[in-house]
């Protein structure tokens, strides 16, 4: 076969939709992966898009469900060539009074455990050969102090740290890691972590769409990036001062877009 597969995880919605149909636009085949039933959907709007598609709904948050995608990945026989590791959760509210703790438990589940999960036998596969391409989906919360989301900012750090490592590993033998931390965007992410009402889940997800997210971390990691802030300018001047900002004020303006929107 002359196209090349792809891989992409958390695939039905979102940045994961995205970066999936622009990788059939480039001319990639698929294999995707995701939980929610959409994913047939999905599916089909990769094929009209060219791609040969291979879809596994699996809920990640389990080991047994992951290892068995990556196991019905391997037994297509052919090598994947780029890997999206996307799939991810969140959860908002005070650690200590408000957020549930099931929730959070889901997203070490999802965003962690599943991430080192498929990044293992992505980065195994691929350094076997000498090639790939691996792009793990991070966050600017990765690096910010993140009042009433502190579990999923934790939960990102994890991940932009594991890229970074992954990536120094990889780097002499032909592998590329890429990061990408995109700022709020507009998709259902902030429904699914109970912050459809504040600030940040209607005005700040506003500034980054999907597809120009996608597009951002897809050139980036083709040009052997370490990592990029996608897409808006907010997003990438934050990215730049965040270390040069104290923690104090990091959390002040995050606990200002976690208000309610009316207020």
Not at 84 to 111: K, M, P, R
Not at 179 to 190: C, E, H, S
Request: charged share 20%; hydrophobic share 40%.
């Amino acid at each position: 076969m002359s196209r090349e597969l792809a891989f992409v995880s958390g695939a039905s919605s979102g940045i994961g939709y995205q970066l999936a149909l622009q990788l059939a636009q480039r001319g990639y085949d698929l294999a995707i992966t995701a939980h929610s039933d959409r994913l047939a959907d999905a599916a089909a709007a990769f094929q009209a898009a060219g791609a040969q598609v291979y879809s596994f709904q699996a809920d990640a948050t389990k080991r047994d469900e992951v290892t068995k995608v990556w196991q019905q990945v391997e037994a297509l026989g052919r090598p994947v060539t780029v890997a999206c590791i996307n799939a991810g959760i969140g959860e908002s509210g005070l650690f200590a009074t408000e957020s549930d703790l099931d929730q959070e438990l889901a997203i070490v589940d999802l965003n962690c455990a599943s991430t080192v999960q498929f990044g293992k036998y992505a980065a195994k596969q691929m350094s076997t050969r000498g090639q790939g391409n691996i792009l793990f989906t991070a966050s600017i919360a990765s690096e910010t102090t993140s009042p009433k989301m502190a579990v999923y900012s934790a939960s990102k750090a994890f991940v932009l740290s594991l890229a970074k490592s992954i990536r120094f590993e990889l780097k002499d033998i032909g592998v590329n890691v890429t990061a990408l931390q995109p700022g709020p965007v507009d998709t259902n992410f902030f429904e699914v972590a109970h912050m459809s009402d504040t600030k940040i889940g209607t005005e700040g997800k506003k500034s980054n769409e999907p597809d120009a997210v996608a597009k951002t971390g897809l050139d980036a990691l083709f040009k052997g990036e370490e990592h990029v802030y996608a897409s808006d300018w907010m997003t990438k001047l934050e990215g730049a001062v965040v270390n040069l900002t104290p923690n104090s004020v990091q959390a002040a303006m995050q606990e200002k877009m976690m208000q309610p929107a009316d207020k």
